[in-house]
């Protein structure tokens, strides 16, 4: 039948490379956040600024010209700290460069890490004792397994907005309107999606404090330890000049 899928679409082979551990991807991310923060090189910073924002948006699927306005916003930035004197351009090039590498930093570790470090931590068994830390551990299990479909929902409504032609609003009153128009239907999507995994929940049965299968191949290997050096030596480079 047209349309239908073909006997290797229904069995997709796996792919031969392995994704790297959680745990080297968030040491690796650790150290290079790390050093981002505290390196003094406005040179440096505007480097890995650039690989990191061609990384973000290869990752993201976006074209540059969208990042615009964060050019812009950080080009304010470099004016309030280094407008009145000379003396002050090259610390106000550090700030804004440094914020510029650490924003495309973590929108390139969304699309690539993020998701999978924080399916390893939450299969983790919380601490049961004292209650409110077993409490405060499961509540952000669920916010976490329920954040993917929280944003693919509210991108889908203001895709829906815009397909029906409708903006924000000038002034207050108009963005007012506009948040109620996303915000009301958004609330009673998430509302239905929240029962619905509860009930899942319940027919799984659900454990409060319960280890969980992550689904993840864990494996340890020269991959890791070469991403943790890679990402030290990296770390040592920004901080020579410290």
Same mark, same amino acid.
């Given at each position: 039948?047209?349309?239908?899928?073909?006997?290797?679409?229904?069995?997709?082979?796996?792919?031969? =490379?392995?994704?790297?551990?959680?745990?080297?991807?968030?040491?690796?991310?650790?150290?290079?956040?790390?050093?981002?923060?505290?390196?003094?090189?406005?040179?440096?910073?505007?480097?890995?600024?650039?690989?990191?924002?061609?990384?973000?948006?290869?990752?993201?699927?976006?074209?540059?010209?969208?990042?615009?306005?964060?050019?812009?916003?950080?080009?304010? !930035?470099?004016?309030?700290?280094?407008?009145?004197?000379?003396?002050?351009?090259?610390? +106000?090039? !550090?700030?804004?460069?440094?914020?510029?590498?650490?924003?495309?930093? %973590?929108?390139?570790?969304?699309?690539?890490?993020?998701?999978?470090?924080?399916?390893? &931590?939450?299969?983790?068994?919380?601490?049961?004792?004292?209650?409110?830390? %077993?409490?405060?551990?499961?509540?952000?299990?669920?916010?976490?397994?329920?954040?993917?479909?929280?944003?693919?929902?509210?991108?889908?409504?203001?895709?829906? &907005?815009?397909?029906?032609?409708?903006?924000?609003?000038?002034? %207050?009153?108009?963005?007012?309107?506009?948040?109620?128009?996303?915000?009301?239907?958004?609330?009673? =999507?998430?509302?239905?999606?929240?029962?619905?995994?509860?009930? +899942?929940?319940?027919?799984?049965?659900?454990?409060?404090?319960?280890?969980?299968? =992550?689904?993840?191949?864990?494996?340890?290997?020269?991959?890791?330890?070469?991403?943790? !050096?890679?990402? +030290?030596?990296?770390?040592?480079?920004?901080?020579? !000049?410290?």
């Amino acid at each position: 039948m047209p349309g239908s899928p073909e006997p290797d679409d229904l069995n997709p082979k796996p792919s031969g =490379t392995r994704a790297l551990h959680p745990l080297a991807w968030l040491v690796s991310l650790a150290l290079i956040a790390s050093a981002l923060a505290m390196a003094r090189s406005w040179i440096d910073l505007a480097a890995a600024a650039g690989l990191l924002a061609f990384a973000a948006l290869r990752a993201e699927s976006r074209p540059a010209r969208s990042e615009i306005p964060i050019l812009g916003l950080a080009l304010i !930035v470099f004016l309030a700290h280094g407008a009145k004197y000379r003396a002050a351009l090259g610390p +106000a090039a !550090v700030i804004a460069c440094r914020l510029l590498a650490l924003l495309y930093l %973590l929108r390139w570790a969304a699309r690539t890490s993020l998701g999978r470090i924080a399916r390893w &931590l939450m299969g983790m068994k919380p601490p049961a004792k004292p209650r409110f830390l %077993l409490l405060l551990a499961e509540s952000a299990r669920l916010t976490a397994a329920l954040l993917p479909l929280a944003l693919r929902e509210a991108e889908q409504h203001v895709a829906a &907005l815009r397909g029906r032609g409708i903006r924000p609003g000038a002034g %207050l009153r108009g963005l007012a309107r506009y948040l109620l128009a996303w915000f009301l239907p958004f609330l009673g =999507t998430m509302l239905r999606i929240g029962d619905a995994y509860a009930d +899942a929940l319940t027919a799984r049965g659900y454990v409060p404090g319960r280890a969980r299968r =992550t689904g993840l191949a864990l494996a340890w290997g020269l991959r890791e330890w070469g991403a943790i !050096v890679g990402s +030290a030596g990296a770390a040592a480079w920004f901080l020579r !000049v410290l």
